[in-house]
Protein backbone atom coordinates (compact mmCIF):
# COMPACT_ATOMS: atom_id res chain seq x y z
CA UNK A 1 0.00 0.00 0.00
CA UNK A 2 1.32 3.42 -0.69
CA UNK A 3 1.85 6.04 2.24
CA UNK A 4 0.44 9.52 1.74
CA UNK A 5 2.35 12.84 3.31
CA UNK A 6 -0.34 13.50 5.56
CA UNK A 7 -0.09 10.47 7.09
CA UNK A 8 3.38 11.06 8.18
CA UNK A 9 3.74 14.81 8.23
CA UNK A 10 4.21 16.86 11.05
CA UNK A 11 0.68 18.79 11.09
CA UNK A 12 1.74 20.78 14.39
CA UNK A 13 3.74 23.42 12.64
CA UNK A 14 5.62 26.38 13.60
CA UNK A 15 4.63 29.74 11.88
CA UNK A 16 6.07 33.34 12.06
CA UNK A 17 6.09 35.85 9.98
CA UNK A 18 9.01 37.56 7.57
CA UNK A 19 9.65 40.09 10.17
CA UNK A 20 9.67 38.52 13.15
CA UNK A 21 13.55 38.71 14.37
CA UNK A 22 15.60 35.90 14.38
CA UNK A 23 16.01 35.44 18.54
CA UNK A 24 12.39 35.16 18.72
CA UNK A 25 12.44 32.59 16.57
CA UNK A 26 14.95 30.72 17.40
CA UNK A 27 13.19 30.95 21.12
CA UNK A 28 9.64 29.51 19.42
CA UNK A 29 12.09 26.61 17.34
CA UNK A 30 13.36 25.73 21.15
CA UNK A 31 10.05 25.56 23.22
CA UNK A 32 8.37 23.41 20.27
CA UNK A 33 11.30 21.87 19.58
CA UNK A 34 11.69 21.60 16.37
CA UNK A 35 14.61 22.40 13.88
CA UNK A 36 12.56 24.86 11.47
CA UNK A 37 9.51 27.29 10.90
CA UNK A 38 7.68 27.92 7.95
CA UNK A 39 7.63 31.89 7.33
CA UNK A 40 4.41 33.21 6.11
CA UNK A 41 2.14 35.78 5.63
CA UNK A 42 -1.67 34.94 6.05
CA UNK A 43 -1.79 31.78 4.16
CA UNK A 44 1.04 32.48 1.39
CA UNK A 45 4.42 30.15 2.38
CA UNK A 46 7.23 33.25 2.04
CA UNK A 47 10.02 30.82 2.90
CA UNK A 48 11.57 28.28 5.52
CA UNK A 49 14.16 28.88 8.40
CA UNK A 50 16.03 25.73 10.04
CA UNK A 51 18.46 26.21 12.47
CA UNK A 52 21.18 25.73 10.22
CA UNK A 53 20.14 28.75 8.17
CA UNK A 54 20.38 30.34 11.96
CA UNK A 55 23.70 29.85 12.30
CA UNK A 56 25.25 29.41 8.67
CA UNK A 57 23.76 32.56 7.29
CA UNK A 58 23.06 34.64 10.52
CA UNK A 59 25.29 34.00 13.30
CA UNK A 60 28.47 32.84 11.35
CA UNK A 61 28.14 36.01 8.97
CA UNK A 62 28.13 38.06 12.10
CA UNK A 63 24.14 39.16 11.64
CA UNK A 64 22.94 40.70 14.84
CA UNK A 65 20.04 37.76 15.84
CA UNK A 66 17.40 40.90 17.67
CA UNK A 67 17.70 43.31 14.30
CA UNK A 68 17.96 40.50 11.40
CA UNK A 69 14.36 39.00 10.08
CA UNK A 70 13.69 35.89 9.76
CA UNK A 71 12.72 37.15 6.07
CA UNK A 72 16.39 38.29 5.66
CA UNK A 73 17.91 34.49 6.89
CA UNK A 74 15.68 32.27 5.63
CA UNK A 75 15.33 29.96 2.40
CA UNK A 76 12.53 31.52 -0.05
CA UNK A 77 10.99 30.83 -3.49
CA UNK A 78 10.64 28.43 -5.15
CA UNK A 79 10.58 26.33 -2.32
CA UNK A 80 10.31 22.49 -3.29
CA UNK A 81 6.87 21.52 -1.51
CA UNK A 82 4.54 18.65 -0.85
CA UNK A 83 1.11 18.00 -1.52
CA UNK A 84 -0.72 15.85 1.20
CA UNK A 85 -1.43 13.27 -1.15
CA UNK A 86 1.69 12.74 -2.81
CA UNK A 87 3.24 9.88 -2.00
CA UNK A 88 6.19 9.19 0.73
CA UNK A 89 8.55 7.83 -2.05
CA UNK A 90 8.15 11.01 -3.72
CA UNK A 91 9.31 13.44 -0.64
CA UNK A 92 12.11 10.39 -0.62
CA UNK A 93 12.65 11.88 -4.24
CA UNK A 94 12.57 15.54 -3.85
CA UNK A 95 14.94 15.26 -0.99
CA UNK A 96 17.49 13.38 -2.63
CA UNK A 97 17.22 15.50 -5.72
CA UNK A 98 17.39 18.65 -3.78
CA UNK A 99 19.62 18.07 -0.62
CA UNK A 100 16.82 19.22 1.74
CA UNK A 101 15.84 17.20 5.53
CA UNK A 102 12.25 18.93 5.62
CA UNK A 103 9.82 19.77 3.15
CA UNK A 104 6.79 22.42 3.89
CA UNK A 105 3.76 20.40 3.00
CA UNK A 106 1.12 22.78 1.31
CA UNK A 107 -2.75 22.47 -0.55
CA UNK A 108 -5.29 24.81 -2.04
CA UNK A 109 -3.05 27.04 -3.89
CA UNK A 110 0.49 26.87 -1.61
CA UNK A 111 -1.45 27.51 2.33
CA UNK A 112 0.38 25.75 4.32
CA UNK A 113 -0.91 22.91 6.55
CA UNK A 114 2.47 20.84 7.28
CA UNK A 115 6.32 19.85 7.38
CA UNK A 116 7.72 16.57 6.33
CA UNK A 117 11.21 15.33 7.59
CA UNK A 118 13.64 13.01 6.68
CA UNK A 119 13.07 11.41 10.79
CA UNK A 120 9.29 11.25 9.76
CA UNK A 121 9.87 9.52 6.68
CA UNK A 122 12.79 6.97 8.40
CA UNK A 123 9.92 6.33 10.82
CA UNK A 124 7.44 5.15 8.69
CA UNK A 125 9.89 3.25 6.32
CA UNK A 126 12.26 1.69 9.12
CA UNK A 127 10.69 2.15 11.85
CA UNK A 128 14.15 0.09 13.58
CA UNK A 129 16.61 2.30 12.40
CA UNK A 130 18.68 4.67 14.38
CA UNK A 131 17.24 7.43 12.37
CA UNK A 132 13.74 6.90 13.77
CA UNK A 133 15.36 6.17 17.00
CA UNK A 134 16.68 9.49 16.95
CA UNK A 135 13.71 10.92 15.50
CA UNK A 136 11.04 9.78 18.33
CA UNK A 137 13.72 10.50 21.33
CA UNK A 138 12.75 12.82 23.76
CA UNK A 139 14.89 15.69 23.56
CA UNK A 140 17.13 16.82 26.06
CA UNK A 141 17.47 20.01 26.82
Known amino acids: MTTRVR ?3 SA ?3 SVEPMTSVT ?3 RLMR ?9 SY ?10 RDIVLRGVAEGHDPE ?4 GSLCTRPPLVTLDPD ?3 DHAVELMREHAVRRLPVVEHGGCPVGVVSLGDLAAE ?17
Open 31 to 39: EQNVGDVLV
Open 12 to 14: HTT
Open 7 to 9: DVM
Open 125 to 141: EDPHSALADISRATPTH
Open 42 to 51: DCDLFGVLTD
Open 86 to 88: DTT
Open 24 to 26: QAA
Open 67 to 70: ATTV
